[in-house]
């Protein structure tokens, strides 16, 4: 029952040591955001939705060269394989 009681006490007091080398989660980010400099592009609503938008575009831009490349691909019979997931292509096919 001793044993016990010290090795509490001691698990107690490591916790708090531990505790002393955290750094909060407000000065990592407050650390980090000094480190990137002075000129940096503040984020805001309307920038944030600006980009949200070029990436989503951006995103359907290469999906649509990715599938007319595999259309063209299956239509000169280079299809390869057989698998059983079923490409975006292969799905409108069929409904």
Do not use: C, H
Not at 28 to 46: H, I, S
């Amino acid at each position: 029952m001793n044993s016990y009681f010290t090795f509490s006490y001691i698990f107690q007091d490591k916790k708090k040591e531990d505790k002393k080398d955290e750094i909060s989660l407000e000065d990592l980010v407050e650390k980090e955001r000094a480190a990137l400099g002075p000129n940096q592009t503040r984020v805001t609503l309307e920038s944030f939705l600006a980009w949200k938008k070029r990436k989503l575009r951006e995103k359907e831009d290469t999906n649509s060269k990715e599938n007319n490349r595999k259309k063209a691909e299956f239509k000169a019979g280079r299809s390869v394989g057989v698998s059983s997931k079923y490409s975006q292509f292969e799905i409108d096919r069929f409904y």
